[in-house]
């Protein structure tokens, strides 16, 4: 157990609208990561925390937008979902030198 | 060129083979390197983990980093069907960084 809890597991969402995932740690981390993983792509950085508002982009951010406002917890969001947003996400957090990922959270924009 | 190349197979294997997972990078300063186990719809679930150059080794798995190759790999031996996953391998240049992954090497593992 990673420590980390993502949330929702899984969504359906319609074109357009706006989706948001939460990553809860509870080891208070430093850095924290969104990654979506797709079929020939593997694991691309959306985004990263390096503390409490402080943020950064990672290699294919747009679209995607990040809080934090608590050490614990950093969310994800979609400001209008698109069909190419269809992937599934996994928050992680850098434990010094590794990184953990959480169980994933399955996202279908319709 | 991308930072790290792995081969994404799918390999399979009769139980019990001796399995060699590979991955290549181009990046000199990469200094910690994982492998990860992911199984159909997980997270990726951290195997091994090594600092610089050398072998490491954890019940049927070894870890081996060769720095001057630019080249790493996961030996599984004695596979079982319960190794059947996608294999990733990651690395990174320092503490609290970027991590950068492979693609993942899918195997099987035959009865």
């Known amino acids: 157990d990673a420590g980390i809890t993502q949330s929702p597991r899984h969504k359906v969402t319609e074109t357009g609208t706006p989706v948001t995932l939460r990553c809860h740690q509870t080891?208070?981390?430093?850095?924290m990561y969104w990654y979506r993983q797709d079929p020939g792509h593997g694991l691309r950085l959306i985004h990263y925390?390096?503390?409490?508002?402080?943020?950064d982009k990672g290699e294919v951010s747009d679209g995607y937008s990040v809080s934090r406002s608590k050490t614990e917890d950093f969310l994800l969001t979609l400001e209008s979902a698109t069909s190419s947003q269809t992937s599934v996400y996994f928050c992680a957090i850098d434990r010094g030198n590794t990184i953990y990922f959480g169980e994933g959270s399955w996202l279908t924009v319709v | 060129q991308k930072e790290v190349e792995q081969d994404p197979g799918p390999l399979s294997v009769p139980e019990g083979a001796i399995v060699s997972l590979n991955c290549t990078y181009s990046n000199s300063a990469f200094q910690y390197f994982m492998w990860y186990r992911q199984y159909s719809r997980k997270g990726p679930e951290l195997l091994m983990y090594t600092y610089s150059s050398g072998n490491k080794e954890d019940g049927r798995f070894t870890a081996q980093v060769d720095k001057s190759s630019k080249y790493i790999s996961l030996f599984i031996r004695d596979s079982q069907p319960s190794d059947s996953a996608t294999y990733l391998c990651a690395m990174s240049a320092n503490t609290g960084n970027q991590f950068y992954f492979g693609t993942g090497t899918s195997l099987t593992v035959i009865p």
């Open positions: 080891e208070n981390h430093r850095y």
């Open positions: 925390s390096y503390g409490v508002k402080d943020t």
